[in-house]
């Protein structure tokens, strides 16, 4: 059984910096890609950022110099650090990968349960 769990989110004033943390546990053998996506109210859940097991990395365009997505290799973890936070950034933040699990052949995509991020103006 393979699981995300997210941690890191809350309340901040715009201009207030967040980090999130999601760690991958369970039987796993591989990891390929971990990152991030939000969903805010109304809104379809859409990319944040996302880094490759190779360190590409893909980041949208409203949140380029803003957050950054490392990884921890090792500790099967990827983080969003975010800075400069606006209202409009107000939203659940899910953790997303790909993921093979030990003794199984091909990647399957996982989802965290979700952590929820508000932003005051």
């Known amino acids: 059984q393979v699981q995300l769990v997210e941690s890191g989110g809350g309340l901040v004033q715009a201009g207030g910096s967040l980090r999130l943390s999601c760690a991958a546990s369970?039987?796993?053998?591989?990891?390929?890609?971990m990152g991030w996506y939000r969903q805010a109210p109304g809104n379809q859940r859409e990319l944040v950022a996302s880094?490759?097991?190779?360190?590409?990395?893909n980041v949208a365009d409203s949140v380029k110099g803003r957050f950054t997505a490392s990884r921890d290799y090792a500790k099967n973890t990827v983080y969003l650090e975010m800075n400069s936070l606006k209202p409009e950034d107000t939203a659940v933040y899910y953790c997303?990968?790909?993921?093979?699990?030990?003794?199984?052949?091909?990647?399957?995509?996982?989802w965290g349960q979700g952590t929820q991020v508000t932003v005051s103006s």
């Open positions: 997303n990968a790909d993921i093979r699990g030990l003794g199984l052949p091909l990647f399957h995509n996982y």
């Open positions: 369970g039987q796993i053998f591989s990891i390929h890609a």
């Open positions: 880094i490759t097991t190779g360190g590409i990395t």
